[in-house]
């Protein structure tokens, strides 16, 4: 059958598609393509997927219920990665992230269970921002997550919540991926890898916050790709026995210094940053750890890049794509 992807011109919508292709699944995808960022990067992915045969586009909404309906008429699992993606954003455009994380959302859950017993399964990306301010590391799924510090990471919560209740009322299995700060080629230009890379070659100062005392699991994107289809392979069991629901983090299970980062981006462009520090930014937080104790026992999950190999793979693509 057939897998509907949402968010399929996003950076891991994309990246998804194309695995799931190259394994012979045929592919729906269905994105906005808004104007977040830059609409010309989204559509450059999209022509990598509508190269494909097995690729097929909806351009529309998710939070357009018909046109989700339309888009997943024929389908028997979906993979949901549309979202209004961003912490700082959610400062300024706090409407959007309710229209597309919590309605958007609904109208995911809505189409899964009208499929009923049709739909085998159903992954959706969650954030490592629902750890909001948990100070114990590495995070883990046991962990309570009740502080959230930014207005996406309280739409990815509730997400996770209203997944499980429909899981629970109507027995859909439904998985929830907890993403760590995801990389690599094809990136979101709003990530902080892309906008140091950019400023550093046009010779402008980059940007960081909390004066550089920041530490990040950065997850290469194959790395990412691997786990969501080791997910969308593993459907909780339908049996009535427990909630057909399970959250998982998928990160790269270390916790790497942002200035350590910045190096490896110098050394690979060849060029040596000006650093702007600035204080801690609001919804912000100082660190994220993964601890991927259950994807690796349940899903198999191993990363394998470390940010010494991702970052010049990231450099090398811009480079060739920037010209």
Known sequence: MTV????????????????????????VGIDNLNDYYDVALKEARLACLTSHNAFSFVRGDIGDAATL??????????????????????????????????????????????????????????????YGGNTKLPFSVEDQVDTPVSLYAATKKADELMSYSYSSTYGLPQTGLRFFTVYGPWGRPDMSLYIFTRKILAGDPIPVFNHGEMQRDFTYIDDI?????????????????????????LGNHRSESLMRFIGLIEDALGEKAEIDFQPMQ???????????????RDLGFEPRVPIDEGIPRFVEWYREFHG
Do not use: C
């Open 4 to 27: 509907l992807v949402t968010g399929a011109a996003g950076f891991i919508g994309m990246h998804v598609s194309l695995a799931l292709m190259a394994r012979g699944e045929t592919v």
């Open 69 to 130: 309906a339309g888009a997943g008429q024929d389908v028997d699992r979906i993979v949901h990665l549309a979202a209004q993606a961003g912490v700082r954003y959610s400062l300024e455009n706090p409407g959007a992230y309710i229209q597309a994380n919590i309605v958007g959302h609904m109208n995911v859950i809505e189409l899964a269970r009208a499929k009923g017993d049709d739909l085998k399964h159903l992954v959706y990306a969650s954030s490592s921002s629902v």
């Open 225 to 249: 790709v691997a786990g969501v289809l080791a997910a969308l392979d593993n459907p909780p069991p339908r049996d009535g026995a427990s909630v057909p629901h399970r959250v998982y983090n």
């Open 282 to 296: 609001p919804g912000d937080v100082p660190a994220t750890y993964a601890d991927i104790e259950a994807s690796r």
